[in-house]
């Protein structure tokens, strides 16, 4: 394993550090302030969609896509490092390069199972930014850890399917850019493999029957960069049998494929986080006293960096293994690395956050900092894409079956 940047990925990380340090660093308080003045909570503030823009006119746009028909071609190794810079400031910096779940998500499952109509319909401008996506799989009536348990019924009528579901946490669904779902149901409830009972389809926001009920927050935020998440009814909602993406009971093997890229891409951006995190408890520790003394100096304080620096090294090589992986064997072949990154990677940077809030005291719960924020949103990724605990168990049979 050869882990050095090649030239590409030089230059692409001078240019995104660039980007970061002029515009997007910058940009944090503006966006805050112009939101403020919204009408709604969920529109985009002038400054992301300049940022938008200028990331387009450099280069960096659709950095994520492997694709190179339709992204910028670059293997998992080479985008890890970009996601980690992007990862300092996971509010802004995603959403301007056009690199955001789960609009990322959506546009791979579109570039590797739609068709070309449906590619020209809503792949063609989600990967341009003019429009936002949702993906809705979570459901709050079962233990959707499970995703076999999921509910929601997709029939055939003729020459329509028809949508009848409750879904929760549908990230993107309160942007009003938002136009397009795909939903995760049932055409098959009582087939025999339950792996085949799924089946995923493409449902236009503006469809009757299809109800944003509420939006839902996480730890009392309202994750704007992800434009929300909401609960949605989908009421007898009708859509064209073309609507289905791939072929009916290809549901879950879809998610798979959809759910692999998405938790390495999470990982890339935590790691990102907690580089923040270091960089702001070093700040923290330098410019303040307490009991006579700088919190440089204290012994706690020296643990705490410490431990931060040893465990980024370390998740950083096991993301970049998990990524080369992925690259030369395949999301199959890394499944065992995707799971260990998975687990490893929100835990650890969780307790990093917890140690930078812990140094800036009053400050670290406050808004007057990231660090809040970003502990909401790495808590949140030990439950999204798969709890850890399903992780866990995956991992542990793999292991034992070697022994059984």
Known sequence: MDFAFDARTEELRGKLL?????????????????????????????????????ARRQGLWNLFLPDSEYGAGLTNLQY?????????????????????????????????????????????????GEIRSAFAMTEPDVASSDATNIT??????????????????????????CKIFIVMGKTDPEGSD??????????????????????????????????????VIFDHARVPASNLIGEEGGGFAIAQARLGPGRIHH??????????????????????????????????????????RVTVEQLRLLVLKTAWLMDTVGNRGAH?????IKIATPRA???????????HGAGGVSQDFPLAELYAAARTLMIADGPDEVHQRSLARRELKRYV
């Open 18 to 54: 660039a980007f970061m340090d002029e515009y997007v660093y910058p940009a944090e308080a503006v966006a805050e302030e112009q939101r403020a003045q919204l009408a709604s909570p969920w529109e985009t503030p002038a400054v992301v969609e300049e940022l938008k823009a200028e």
């Open 80 to 128: 890890a490092p970009l996601a980690e810079i992007m990862g300092r400031s996971p509010h802004i910096a995603p959403t301007v390069t056009n690199c955001a779940a789960p609009d990322t998500g959506n546009m791979e499952v579109l570039t590797q199972f739609g068709d070309e109509q449906q590619r020209k319909q809503w792949l063609e401008p989600l990967l341009a």
């Open 152 to 177: 929601t019924h997709i029939e055939r009528d003729g020459d329509e399917y028809v949508v009848t579901g409750r879904k929760w946490y549908i990230s993107g669904a309160m942007h009003p850019d």
């Open 194 to 231: 339950i792996r085949r009972q799924q089946s995923m389809i493409l449902v236009p926001r503006d469809t009757p029957g299809v109800t944003i009920k509420r939006a839902m927050q996480v730890f009392g935020y309202e994750d704007h960069s992800h434009g929300g998440h909401a609960e």
């Open 267 to 308: 990982c890339m951006r935590l790691i990102g986080m907690a580089e923040r995190a270091i960089e702001l408890m070093c700040r923290r520790a330098v410019s303040r006293t307490a009991f006579g003394k700088a919190l440089a100096q204290q012994g706690v304080v020296h643990n705490w960096i410490a431990d931060a």
């Open 336 to 340: 065992t690395e995707i799971q260990s």
């Open 349 to 359: 940077v969780v307790d990093i956050l917890d140690r930078a809030i812990q140094l």
